[in-house]
T-cell receptor, first 116, second 113 residues
Framework: GAVVSQHPSRVICKSGTSVKIECRSL??????MFWYRQFPKQSLMLMATSNEGSKATYEQGVEKDKFLINHASLTLSTLTVTSAHPEDSSFYIC????????????FGPGTRLTVL | GESVGLHLPTLSVQEGDNSIINCAYSNSASDYFIWYKQESGKGPQFIIDIRSNMDKRQGQRVTVLLNKTVKHLSLQIAATQPGDSAVYFC????????????FGAGTQVVVTP
């Protein structure tokens, strides 16, 4: 089956620093990837849609200058949390649409970000 | 949107019994629904899906029922096992949303021996 990986799986950083999270589709190409965040005991909240070769589309209320998304190739999207603060601590999950399907999303294992 | 401040409802099930997890969806135009299982510290895992032109679909030990009249979706797990303990989310895709998933609040399933 289609596999999506994320790196790192866990990261701890100091307040004010930036953190980059990678999302890779390992055995398929993904024109579209999605980034979610999830707080404890809560559902997944879509942050943005990442499109290869174009700008990401952000959901309402998500700061695009805070959460930088780059989708430079058909197998890699990155999320950079800039000037991280403790309230950015969360579980970040990516997913990828397996072409040519536009419905089937494969999820990564998630990245636990802790900002001290 | 995000269910800030809400706790996940919990379903406690005895091992071997059947589980029924319910979900109400919001948009009558949604035409594709998926159930995901999420274990602690992991990403969501696809369980089963159903399109709006169907009202029932069966997989291995799982059945999804769709009632479009009342906008209700359910997941039935037969002979629940300890490995079924997880949080279960329903998700819907609306036409024209380019594959964006709208997740429900989730249900914590706890399987007791």
């Amino acid at each position: 089956g289609a596999v999506v990986s994320q790196h790192p799986s866990r990261v701890i950083c100091k307040s004010g620093t930036s953190v980059k999270i990678e999302c890779r589709s390992l055995d398929f190409q993904a024109t579209t990837m999605f980034w979610y965040r999830q707080f404890p005991k809560q559902s997944l909240m879509l942050m943005a849609t990442s499109n290869e070769g174009s700008k990401a589309t952000y959901e309402q209320g998500v700061e695009k200058d805070k959460f930088l998304i780059n989708h430079a190739s058909l197998t890699l999207s990155t999320l950079t949390v800039t000037s991280a603060h403790p309230e950015d601590s969360s579980f970040y999950i990516c997913s990828a649409l397996a072409e040519p399907s536009t419905d089937t999303q494969y999820f990564g294992p998630g990245t636990r970000l802790t900002v001290l | 949107g995000e269910s800030v401040g809400l706790h996940l409802p919990t379903l406690s099930v005895q091992e071997g019994d059947n589980s029924i997890i319910n979900c109400a969806y919001s948009n009558s135009a949604s035409d594709y629904f998926i159930w995901y299982k999420q274990e602690s510290g992991k990403g969501p895992q696809f369980i089963i899906d159903i399109r709006s032109n169907m009202d029932k679909r069966q997989g291995q030990r799982v059945t999804v029922l769709l009632n479009k009249t009342v906008k209700h979706l359910s997941l039935q797990i037969a002979a629940t096992q300890p490995g079924d303990s997880a949080v279960y989310f329903c998700a819907e895709i609306r036409p024209g949303s380019w594959g964006k998933l709208q997740f429900g609040a989730g249900t914590q399933v706890v399987v007791t021996p």
